[in-house]
């Protein structure tokens, strides 16, 4: 019996000295983490602003997102960039990750050039962006696809909706394609050289070598990425924010851009919250679309 | 005799190949890096000169200084060197504090055993999955209810309760050894140095790696700058940078001064790239595949 107390004594003063590590940073979590979680819910149902005070008003919020027209437009424009940019970023990343992991004469040349950029700030980047894509003639896109015969005359890349979209999905893929090369390098590097030898030998060619040894190698990256990118996809801001400003009329906006203008701008903090939780749903319900998409298509190359 | 011949040729035929996909592929890279080359050369013109020239000059001519020149001379009570040097003191803020908080919190979730350390992890595991914009408008409150509105720390704190940190550390930790471990215990050495003199030197290139990504991610911070900071002195070098070009009037009738400025921004990021992309390499595939 007494025994037993003083186990359980010593027992409790060991889980005490443990937590004792983990104390600093959970006091970070839940103060930025998981109080942040409720307290937005809770903003989200009220009338919150930064003068007057705040009042209860239940759903409201919520409802006049969903009956706001101005909402659905910006949900609409994220989703198709989600849709465009996310593929194409991931399919870019797998070639380039090939060609990457060859080594080659100025390696390090090849990997500033297509890995870097996805280190650098947007304020940086999405300015020379910008100053690539001037609308007047003397303007470095014009000018080259002018020479080249593409456009004819100058072209306003941000005077339109679909050129614009095309401007930013471009410069977006330019940007952030680097972090996921270095990945798929990581995941191609551990797949074992033999299988494709002997795949080779079975006389499966490059395409069939992809879908039934890359593909399913890479699958946990690929997961891991397609997570990853559709988030960073419906957090798109910066590049409307900077390139395109939202124009022409608001047709570049985007569901973090809107939730800026209405929290920030407006100072509707309530309703920011209320739509926080909408891009919440949004986001939630692409990824498992997503991922059930990549699965899907991987256990049939495998079954 | 001749087939010796043959051979050759093929070899030689297969080695010229590879040399010219690879003076194609720099060539290819040269062409997507032009961004920056363009940057680069747009801020040693003057604007007058950027901005009218056709064809367009990749190397000026007459290349020129002017614009760094009036970028880091204060204009409205905006600095450039003060935004830098805030944006220097913020990011390695946030580094230190980051590996301070998350190193112990790791070793705890990896190491010891207690009870709730899986639940915790878990939990640690399942808000990674959580879009940043849903803490945009809670902690903007929380922050100015602290009353740190404008200050250093409003940049610092939010950041530090991420998890990916404490998952990064942990994927390292797992792999130390457990007769380490008790050896150590039989010498009678406590958690504390434990975690001192065997997992911390263990986990050093870790340390490396989570250390550049806070970082470079602090350095590039957009968003939450914008939101918070109202006043001039605190502006970090992004938040100056758009603010400058916003004083311009139009982009274009300052964009040597602003391509100077993106340029000075950017280069940090490109030198820390150089230096260590082998750690970033290693460092971000360990952390999305974790051990297999």
Known sequence: MRQSQSKSHRRFHREVGSWLFLLPHLFFFVLFVAIPLVFGMVISFFNWSLLSDNVFVGASNYVRTWNDSRFWPVVQNTVIFAIVSVPLTIIVAILFAHILNKKRFGQLWLLIAFVSPAFFGSVGILSSWKWIFASFPSGLANYYLNKTGFINGAVSWFGSTGVAWGVIILVTIWWIVGFSILLYMGALQRIPPEQYESAKLDGAGPWKRFLYITLPWIRSVLFFDVVRQVILAFGLFDQAYILSVGGPAGTTRTMVYYLYLVGFERQDFGRAASISWFIFAIVLIFAVIQLVLVTKSIRSTEG | ?292
């Open chain 2, 1 to 292: 005799m001749t087939s010796t011949v043959a051979i050759n040729k093929k070899k030689l035929s297969k080695r010229i190949t590879a040399v010219v996909v690879t003076i194609l592929l720099w060539a290819f890279a040269a062409f997507w890096f032009a961004p920056i080359f363009w940057m680069l050369s747009t801020s040693l013109k003057s604007t007058a000169v950027a901005v009218i020239q056709t064809p367009p000059e990749w190397i000026p001519e007459n290349p020129t200084l002017e614009n760094y020149k009036i970028i880091f001379a204060p204009s409205g009570g905006l600095s450039l060197i003060r935004a830098t040097l805030n944006s220097v003191i913020v990011a390695v803020g946030s580094t230190l504090a980051t590996l301070a908080l998350s190193i112990p919190a790791a070793y705890a979730l990896s190491r010891l055993r207690f009870r709730g350390r899986m639940l915790v992890f878990w939990i640690y595991v399942a808000v990674l999955a959580f879009p940043g914009v849903l803490f945009l408008v809670p902690h903007f409150f929380i922050i100015q209810g602290m009353g740190l509105t404008n200050s250093y720390l409003a940049l610092i704190l939010p950041g530090l309760g991420g998890t990916f940190g404490v998952f990064l550390f942990r994927q390292y930790m797992l792999d130390i050894p457990g007769e380490l471990e008790d050896a150590a215990w039989i010498d009678g050495c406590s958690k504390f140095r434990f975690l001192i003199s065997i997992v911390i030197p263990y986990v050093k290139p870790a340390m490396l790696v989570l250390g550049l990504m806070t970082f470079l991610g602090s350095w590039n911070s957009f968003l939450w700058p914008l939101l918070i900071l109202s006043k001039s002195d605190k502006f970090t070098l992004p938040i100056a940078l758009i603010r400058f070009s916003a004083g311009w009037g139009d982009p274009y009738r300052g964009i040597g001064p602003m391509m100077a400025g993106a340029f000075f921004s950017v280069a940090p990021s490109l030198i820390i790239f150089v230096v260590f992309h082998r750690y970033l390499m290693k460092g971000i595939s360990l952390g999305s595949l974790g051990k297999e």
